[in-house]
């Protein structure tokens, strides 16, 4: 069960407002879409999306129950299908009014859409508005801006603090209407009890600074938010037009969620992990699947080829090399990483200790990530450099270590007093 709440707003420095927005609890769907393209154009273009989206959607309900009775992982991807197709069909219809209408030429319009579907969130994703996640005390934004400025911040051309002043950092890349067809963003998550979601345009999101969701959510009741945030928009210069939608997921402790907790903190404290945004580990887990292993039970066996890596989300592991016990491997550990890269037999066997769960990502599915995400690929690869790299070191160290003790043992001391 979930709650939602929405609001727009002109601003202060507008004469119009070309937000449009949907709160529909019935489809348990909500939308934000911020128009472009001046009077009679940018409102015809973000209602325009908004009204195509909705009607794919109820045409597709069959589809999205069907999830909430059995989730598996193709249904998921049908879903995400879904939500591009109905973009698509929305920036078609879009371009083609502009095409007929003069007056409506090039308009279009930024989307963020938010469908919940059990205990499943699906997102897509086009432009600058953005949707936050709001989970145990930390704010984590799941949509990327598709903006000038954040390609140059990603290149590295700029700085934050360049970011900040530069004169361009509202010209858009993508947007909905302005070509035939778009490149959509999707992504799916796992909704926990308690987590709570902001859909807004960039009129607040230009505005909010460290902290000041935090202190909006504590100074009043949930019903209000959305008001408090354009509120605060307002406050501080409101030159656009300002729309805001909040969700709020109902607190149920349930071993589920709980599960999936300890399953995405295993991920976020894995050290190979530890560049990714939550967003990139959001993607990353929808990757993963779950397996459980018996107290002495074989993960890995030695000598015999793999291509999965491995992550202990409960439980303990040990590590065998011959008949030779080596290692002890804590909750919370990968082991098989080199399986994503090669074919080679496994160097070592590792047996559960008492009853383990472990997530498990495979060779072709690792491979399908970093070739969407080129961004987040590279920083994989460089966490795994820099493991390979740590371990290559210990061993060196250890092995000049084995070194030295042979040599002493071969060199018979010259105190030694003969015998008598």
């Given at each position: 069960m979930h709650r939602a709440f929405g609001e727009t707003d002109v601003g202060k420095k507008r004469d119009h407002n070309e937000d449009s927005y949907i709160i529909d609890d019935g489809l348990n769907l909500y939308v934000v879409a911020d128009g472009m393209g001046g009077h009679a154009a940018g409102e015809v273009a973000s209602a325009t999306a908004i009204r195509i989206i909705r009607q794919e959607i109820t045409a597709s309900r069959e589809l999205i129950q069907s999830y909430q009775l059995d989730a598996p992982d193709d249904l998921r991807d049908r879903i995400l299908r879904l939500l591009e197709l109905a973009v698509q069909k929305a920036c078609a219809?879009?371009?083609?009014?502009?095409?007929?209408?003069?007056?409506?030429?090039?308009m279009g319009t930024t989307l963020s859409l938010m469908l919940l579907a059990d205990n499943g969130g699906f997102i897509a994703h086009v432009g600058d508005s953005r949707i936050y996640l709001l989970?145990?005390?930390?704010?984590?934004?799941?949509?990327?801006?598709?903006?000038?400025?954040?390609?140059?911040?990603?290149?590295?051309?700029?700085?934050?603090?360049e970011a900040r002043k530069a004169k361009y950092k509202n010209v858009i890349t993508r947007a909905v209407g302005i070509q035939e067809q778009v490149r959509v963003d999707t992504l799916h998550l796992d909704v926990l009890p308690s987590d709570r979601f902001i859909i807004c345009s960039d009129g607040l999101h230009g505005y909010l600074r460290q902290g000041d969701i935090e202190q909006v959510l504590e100074a009043g009741p949930i019903e209000q938010m959305p008001n408090r945030l354009i509120d605060l928009a307002n406050e501080r210069g409101g030159k656009d037009n300002i729309t805001v939608i909040f969700i709020e997921v109902a607190d149920d402790e349930a071993g589920a969620a709980a599960e999936l907790r300890q399953r995405m903190e295993t991920m976020r404290n894995a050290p190979l992990f530890k560049y990714l945004t939550y967003r990139e580990l959001v993607n990353?887990?929808?990757?993963?699947?779950?397996?459980?292993?018996?107290?002495?039970?074989?993960?890995?066996?030695?000598?015999?080829?793999?291509?999965?890596?491995?992550?202990?989300?409960?439980?303990?592991?040990?590590?065998?090399?011959?008949?030779?016990e080596i290692a002890a491997l804590p909750q919370g550990s990968h082991f098989g990483e080199m399986a994503l890269f090669d074919n080679a037999p496994r160097s070592a066997s590792i047996k559960a200790i008492g009853s383990t769960r472990l997530l498990v990502i495979g060779r072709k599915q690792f491979y399908n990530y970093i070739r969407k995400d080129t961004a987040a690929g590279i920083k994989l690869l460089w966490s795994f450099l820099q493991i390979l790299t740590l371990r290559l070191r210990t061993t060196d160290e250890r092995l000049k270590e084995a070194q030295q003790e042979l040599s002493i043992q071969e060199v018979e001391p010259d105190w030694i007093l003969p015998d008598d």
């Open positions: 219809a879009i371009y083609k009014m502009g095409e007929e209408e003069k007056h409506q030429r090039g989970r145990e005390g930390e704010i984590h934004q799941l949509t990327v801006d598709h903006t000038l400025i954040n390609e140059h911040l990603k290149r590295g051309t700029i700085t934050k603090e990353l887990m929808n990757l993963t699947y779950v397996r459980s292993f018996a107290d002495g039970e074989t993960i890995i066996e030695e000598g015999v080829p793999g291509d999965e890596l491995f992550l202990l989300v409960r439980g303990q592991a040990r590590v065998i090399k011959g008949s030779q």
